[in-house]
């Protein structure tokens, strides 16, 4: 039986619910939680009504949810929304609804949202195009679009960083460079605004931990990274080594648009 991409996506991620909000094992979503915030201080006020699109559990929406009228989270596996919805319950946050969707067909109708947001999902979807163009279309006119994700760097070369991501985590796609996903926005009719673009460096055991990366590919992993930092082909994964650690270096960025 053929699996589709969006099963592969709700097996990967409800292995992940739990630990989504792990600090130790999950550094790409804790770690820079408040830089984005941060990022998107300037848009927000307190009469917004939010979409995170592909929110997982909500890490955003329950980072900004009383500081406007609403939130909602949008995502497609619904072990992740539950996990959600239990931490925002937890907080006495009574703004948020956890709702199950497709990123790539939003269930809203036109302008219906003052701000929306994807946070670290364009990698795991099929047609990044369709995403973003629903967040612009769902987007009230002057709303912000915000997009943070993963970015290819361009000095790795040929090297094929998914390959690596797809032996952790079969649900992951592919890494767009930045300047594609400024495009995506622009194609979509919103006009960028702002970027940061930043590096991460990360210890390798917890990110394959955080996963439950089957110990045949993670071995895999750990001898492919092992053997570049000997002087061997390259893994687009940077890695280097910490204390004894293998670590590796994800490139990030975050991008502000407006909707027409």
């Known amino acids: 039986m053929t699996v589709t991409h969006g099963e592969k996506v709700v097996r990967e991620f409800s292995k992940q619910a739990a630990t989504f909000g792990d600090p130790r094992l999950n550094m790409e979503f804790t770690v820079n939680l408040a830089r984005l915030v941060q990022f998107m201080e300037p848009e927000l006020d307190p009469e917004d009504v939010v979409l995170e699109v592909a929110a997982g559990t909500g890490l955003v ?46 269930p809203y109708l036109d302008r219906s949202f003052t701000l929306v947001i994807c946070r670290f999902a364009l990698h795991h979807v099929p047609d990044p195009e369709a995403v973003v163009r629903e967040m612009v279309r769902v987007s009230r006119p002057g709303a912000a679009v915000v997009v943070a994700d993963l970015v290819r760097d361009e000095s790795i070369g040929d090297a094929d ?23 995506l926005l622009a194609s979509a009719g919103a006009e960028v605004k702002r970027t940061d673009p930043f590096d991460l460096v990360r210890p390798l055991e917890p990110w394959l931990e955080q996963s439950h990366t089957p110990a045949e590919a993670a071995a895999q992993i750990r001898k492919e990274l092992a053997a570049e930092l000997a002087g061997g082909p390259a893994t687009g994964m940077r890695p280097s080594e910490v204390d004894g650690e293998l670590h590796f270096t994800h490139s990030n960025a975050f991008f502000c648009g407006i909707a027409p």
């Open 161 to 183: 960083v998914d390959r690596i991501e797809r032996l952790r985590d079969p649900s992951h796609g592919t890494i767009l460079p930045a300047d594609r996903i400024a495009e």
């Open 61 to 106: 929406s329950r980072a900004i949810a009383r500081r406007v009228r609403h939130v909602t989270a949008l995502d497609l596996t619904p072990a992740m929304l539950d996990q959600g919805k239990r931490e925002a319950d937890a907080d006495n946050l009574t703004n948020v609804t956890f709702t199950r969707g497709n990123a790539a067909g939003l």
